[in-house]
């Protein structure tokens, strides 16, 4: 099923084109060139065909964050950032939304080549990657805390 995967990729909303990869060998092709700029970047992935699930990135130079979304999920208001195996002690702020200030939180954020390879599962395999751990995001809720995490308020509630 891998190689019949269409990936679709935009950047910094829609003042970009989409960028379409139509067979697996495309794909590194395709995060590559998205992930070329040094200023401040977004960048959305998706997949035809699967229209409730998309990931987001961040990144800025060297570093980037990644966001999933899977509607398909309950509760459906909810998503996960991808989690740094070996978080920095600095890190960069790298932005999910500029325009709104939204910003990744800390323990997210990843070097360039380990972000590159949660996109490139993401897009042969059309689920969410299990190379990294992910943090639950509550998405009507997104508030970093002081260790670097997202105060993740009780779905229940």
């Known amino acids: 099923m891998s190689d019949q995967l269409v990936v679709n990729a935009n950047h910094n909303g829609m003042a970009y084109p989409v960028v379409t990869a139509r067979h697996v060998n495309q794909t590194a092709w395709l995060v590559d060139a998205l992930l070329c700029e040094q200023g401040p970047t977004e960048t959305w992935f998706t997949i035809e065909g699967q229209p409730t699930r998309w990931m987001r990135t961040g990144y800025h130079g060297e570093y980037g964050a990644a966001l999933f979304v899977d509607e398909t999920v309950a509760p459906y208001d909810w998503s996960w950032a991808a989690l740094n195996p070996e978080p920095l002690t600095d890190p960069p702020t790298i932005y999910y939304d500029r325009d709104g200030e939204t910003i990744f939180p800390s323990a997210c954020v990843m070097p360039l080549a380990r972000l590159r ?16 751990d992910w943090m639950p995001i509550n998405a009507l809720a997104w508030e970093p805390t002081d260790d670097g995490r997202v105060h993740v308020p009780n779905p229940a509630h």
């Open 117 to 132: 390879a949660v996109i490139l599962e993401w897009v042969r395999v059309g689920q969410r990657p299990t190379s990294v």
